[in-house]
């Protein structure tokens, strides 16, 4: 019998899930990671139990150096800010390839929730992050669409977000508006734990 790509694609998704999540479990039950900016800091505790394929993706990247002197590039208040896949000329990342979507595993995107970043295709999420500034149920999975994947929360540091939400935003390099007017610089993603 052979499989639908749709099922196949669930099928090697569970598979990769099983091994990661024992790989990020046997790490710790709830990895957390310091985001140190040009206006502050801020902390995430990672779900691997919810985004195993995301999280690790994440850790991987985090523990590479990869969001060094990244920026935040996109900042719309009262909706989210998003950064780590451009360098502080604007210029994009090379990243590794797109993790699986992982949107349907029960967190949603409210306030304080991180999600990962994707193109309007839905497993194309690869380095880039956001943070919800306010609670945005239409970024969830709905009946007939992907959601975007949330994978963690904002545990310290709100505030920092809440500033990083409230800056001037314009044209920029590459962005034709909600870029910051002044480079908001991700200065290293630390894995505390």
Known sequence: MRIPGFARLLALTAVLALGLA????????????R????LGSFTIELDPQRAPLTVASFLEYAKAG????????????NFV???????????????RPATPNE??????????????????????????????????AA???????????VFGRVIDGMNVVDD??????????PFDRDAPMQPIVIKRVEVLQ
């Open 35 to 38: 985001v140190d900016t040009t």
């Open 139 to 149: 970024l969830d999975p709905q009946p007939s669409r992907w959601g975007y994947t």
């Open 81 to 95: 800010v998003q950064g780590g896949g451009f360098d502080t000329k604007y210029v994009e990342k090379p990243t």
């Open 22 to 33: 024992s790989l990020v479990s046997a790490q710790s039950a709830a990895p957390r990671v």
């Open 164 to 173: 990083i939400g409230a800056v001037a935003t314009g044209s920029v390099g």
């Open 66 to 77: 990869f969001y060094t002197d990244t920026v935040f590039h996109r900042v719309i208040g």
């Open 103 to 136: 949107s349907g595993n029960g967190l949603s995107n409210r306030r304080g929730m991180v999600g990962l970043a994707r193109t309007g295709e839905p497993h194309s999420g690869t380095a880039q992050f956001y943070v919800n500034l306010a609670d945005n």
